[in-house]
């Protein structure tokens, strides 16, 4: 299966918040978690994601830590605000009625 990144960019947003909706994380396994749930299809590249990050911070929408993982890098971790939940509903119900609406006009089936 191929599907343009064309098509998923428009949603990196929300794919973003539904990560942080599971748990906080950093920003590679984030990714990580987003190409295992895919089979390997699809990821970021890490100017996006960290574009991304940084605008949703600026917008509320997160907000970011380091963490005391102990020896070695310390990690900047990122958590969803109550307003990122709010807007992560709001691109859900976004993402439902624009799948009922493609469907309704890439059927062939005739209507009854």
Known sequence: MSISADVLRGHTDTIILTQLMRADNYGYEINKNIQQRTHGQYGFKEATLYTAFKRLEQ?????????ADGPGARRR????????????AE????????RALLEALISIEEET
């Open 77 to 88: 971790y990122y958590a969803i605000t109550d307003a990122g939940r709010r807007q992560w």
């Open 59 to 67: 917008n509320g929408l997160i907000t970011s830590y380091w963490g």
């Open 91 to 98: 691109n859900i119900r976004e993402w439902e009625d624009t």
